[in-house]
């Protein structure tokens, strides 16, 4: 079965710094989805960049990128210029290209942007 | 626009008493799942509709039951809920050929 692991269960920066939340998984298949998703206090959890495991090129969405390093199965996300509306809880999840499209998550990381 | 939606947002129960919560899509796809995340931990699938498929997780209790009469709504039955079935219960949405899961806002349950 497919883990994933964060081990960074909170984090806390200044606006406008950059900030890596890191995410390692386990699994033995070749193929596979990768995805950072954020869920806001009290609102719902919204994608926010996903990373298909046959592409090499790391996957970019505005301020959002991640460092997908396939051979040690690490899947960080960076926030660049980071903003008050960033604080959330961020999830690293896996999916299996195989069978059911099912999501497994890590635990979390809680992030604190402050003013 | 178009969501996913669920009702209510927060759910007081007894425990013991029986109780349902909804989700309904307007994005017209066809899988949809149920999840439960308890405090401070990440979401753990429960179970999921492919089209009208149901697929239940291996270690999600009997206790929890599922339906979907259509392709707009998803409900989920707790039969007996316990202490430790206090969560927040969230419903997602995808196409069957994306792999991109949409949210929706969760509801709560307290059981007293």
């Known amino acids: 079965a497919q883990t994933v692991t964060q081990s960074q269960p909170e984090m806390s920066v200044q606006e406008a710094e950059t900030v890596t939340l890191s995410c390692t998984y386990d699994?033995?298949?070749?193929?596979?989805?990768l995805f950072w998703y954020k869920q806001p206090p009290s609102r719902q959890m919204i994608l926010v960049i996903r990373q298909e495991a046959y592409k090499q090129q790391n996957a970019t969405e505005n301020r959002f990128s991640v460092n997908f390093q396939k051979a040690a199965k690490s899947f960080s996300l960076k926030i660049s210029d980071s903003q008050l509306g960033d604080t959330a809880m961020y999830f690293c999840?896996?999916?299996?290209?195989?069978?059911?499209?099912?999501?497994?998550f890590g635990q979390g990381t809680r992030l604190t942007i402050n003013p | 626009d178009a969501m996913v939606i669920q009702n209510p947002r927060y759910q007081v129960t007894q425990f013991g008493k029986p109780v349902t919560l909804s989700c309904s899509q307007t994005l017209n796809h066809n899988v949809m799942y149920w999840y439960q995340q308890k405090s401070s931990q990440a979401p753990k699938l429960l179970f999921h509709y492919y089209d009208k498929d149901f697929n239940n997780e291996a270690d999600t209790p009997d206790n929890f039951q599922s339906r979907r009469p259509n392709t707009s709504f998803c409900f989920l039955d707790i039969r007996s809920p316990g202490l430790g079935d206090a969560a927040m219960y969230l419903c997602?949405?995808?196409?069957?050929?994306?792999?991109?899961?949409?949210f929706g806002p969760g509801t709560r349950l307290t059981v007293l």
């Open positions: 999840a896996f999916m299996s290209i195989q069978g059911a499209q099912k999501l497994v």
């Open positions: 699994t033995s298949e070749s193929n596979y989805y």
């Open positions: 997602a949405t995808s196409r069957g050929d994306s792999h991109e899961q949409f």
